[in-house]
């Protein structure tokens, strides 16, 4: 089945401690996003990329790195400086220049301890 | 930079009933997409339906259909025949048309439907 698959569902940080969140497609998607969802907010834009070896900020990157080694894959951390990492984390795939949307992976919810 | 209002935080309907779910939206560009995601308690975003901004007809997919009025940039989401399997959040999201082509997001509206 194609889809994309996010691990772990949860996953717990402690304090200054780098955590990696997983992204796996196997839709042959070039583009890939990270989103991050609070309570009563929408989703917002940490970090996309369109091709592999490349990846660009979004609207809330501070405090997360990505890295787009595979097309299949787009792993997000997040850093210690993150200060507020406690959310819930979405990835996302599309064909980049289509009329296709966006589609998501399962999530992981990520909390402090 | 474009944003997304949905005004209404929360919405209840009576099963088999029509409800509609409003958006309106801000930007300069004259070619986007729109779309409606479903996020049920299991948080998967699930796709409902989709309007290209250059396309006057509004899109209906099953017992969902949009109200697109470009000129007021406003964006709602009628669902006729009410099901319990709709009670989920509902995002209105824009998308440009190139670019990042990153979705931009409104805060959501949770509906609830009663039996």
């Known amino acids: 089945d194609g889809g994309i698959t996010q691990s772990p569902k949860y996953l717990f940080r402690k304090e200054g401690q780098n955590v990696t969140l997983s992204c796996e497609q196997n839709l042959n998607h070039d583009a890939m996003y990270w989103y991050r969802q609070d309570p009563g907010q929408g989703l917002r834009l940490i970090y996309y990329s369109q091709i592999v070896n490349d990846f660009q900020k979004g609207d809330i990157a501070e405090g997360y790195s990505v890295s787009r080694e595979k097309k299949e894959s787009f792993p997000l951390t997040v850093t210690s400086a993150q200060k507020n990492p406690t959310a819930f984390y979405l990835c996302?795939?599309?064909?980049?220049?289509?009329?296709?949307?966006?589609?998501f992976g399962p999530g992981t919810r990520l909390l402090v301890l | 930079a474009q944003t997304v209002t949905q005004s209404q935080p929360e919405m209840s309907v009576q099963e088999a009933e029509t409800v509609t779910l409003s958006c309106t939206y801000d930007?300069?560009?004259?070619?986007?997409?729109l779309f409606w995601y479903k996020q049920p308690p299991s948080r998967q975003m699930i796709l409902v339906i989709r309007q290209e901004a250059y396309k006057q007809q509004n899109a209906t997919e099953n017992r969902f259909s949009v109200n697109f009025q470009k000129a007021a940039k406003s964006f709602s989401l009628k669902i006729s025949d009410s099901q319990l399997g709709d009670a989920a959040m509902y995002f209105c999201?824009?998308?440009?048309?190139?670019?990042?082509?990153?979705?931009?997001f409104g805060k959501g509206t949770k509906l609830t439907v009663n039996p």
């Open positions: 930007t300069s560009e004259s070619d986007y997409y």
């Open positions: 996302a795939s599309s064909i980049a220049n289509s009329q296709e949307t966006q589609y």
């Open positions: 999201a824009y998308r440009s048309r190139g670019g990042s082509e990153k979705l931009v």
